[in-house]
């Protein structure tokens, strides 16, 4: 396997990618008592280009390491963060890869990685349930987390009226932040 350099990985994302690159960076900062170098590339693509970007992904490394998805409720879109790290294993060489793709809140879906690295289903799971992006083709669509006696349509990671502000409890000599009382 041929360790690209973080500018040459980015760059790969737009040649691969074309109009579907939306704009990469690399990062760099300097870590621990002996000043290690921490690299961290973040590649922003569009939704049509996503599955192409998890593929190129795994040209660049067989097996990289999905970590988690993270995501940010923005107002009228939602931007998830899939967090991959690669040449892991490699001492002094891993990367950080946060591939990220915005989505409209009047169109919250993805398609599944799961064909693509089987190691997702928890972290799609959990972006389901937590943020209400439907994910298209996903093997497995029972929450993850909350109880089924939660209510459908509530997410507990928005921050719009689909959140649970109307379910949170105050607690006595605070102000209550969020909707009406």
């Not at 996503?50 to 992904?57: G, Q, T």
């Not at 799961?114 to 029972?142: H, K, S, W």
Request: charged letters at 25%; glycine letters at 8%.
């Amino acid at each position: 396997m041929e360790m690209l350099t973080p500018q040459a990985i980015i760059d790969s994302f737009g040649k691969e990618l074309g109009d579907g690159f939306v704009g990469g960076s690399v990062y760099e900062r300097e870590v621990a008592v002996k000043k290690n170098k921490f690299r961290s590339l973040w590649v922003k693509v569009k939704k049509s280009a996503f599955r192409d970007a998890v593929e190129h992904i795994c040209e660049l490394q067989e097996y990289p390491h999905l970590a988690v998805i993270s995501s940010a409720d923005l107002g009228d879109r939602v931007e998830l963060i899939y967090h991959f790290t690669l040449y892991y294993g490699n001492h002094l060489q891993e990367l950080s890869l946060g591939l990220r793709v915005s989505l409209a809140k009047n169109d919250l879906k993805i398609p599944t990685i799961t064909d693509i690295i089987p190691g997702a289903l928890f972290t799609e799971r959990e972006t389901q349930e937590m943020m209400g992006v439907e994910v298209d083709g996903i093997p497995d669509n029972r929450r993850l987390f909350l109880p089924e006696d939660f209510p459908q349509g509530v997410y507990p990671w928005r921050t719009d009226e689909t959140g649970p502000q109307d379910m949170l409890r105050v607690l006595p000599g605070r102000q209550k932040k969020y909707g009406s009382g």
